[in-house]
């Protein structure tokens, strides 16, 4: 028996990668911008712990964006989100 992959299944593969990349595209810019400047931000895992809470609109406030290219990185992550 063939495997065919349905409309469904490509649908549900297509938000999932486009969350995906959205979500690495955020924090990637998010990390480039805000690690010299934030000490909360570690390393890329803890920025995509913030991007995250912040795509998901949980928001728990532990880390906060310190640059005016920050706050910009977030709002247009939270826009595109």
Known sequence: KSFEIQPYQLEFLRVGSTVWTTLFIATGMFYSVEAPYN????NFFTSFYFAVTTLTTVGFGDITPQTPAGRAV???GILVG
Do not use: D, R, Y
């Open 39 to 42: 000490p909360a931000l570690e």
């Open 74 to 76: 977030v709002a247009g």
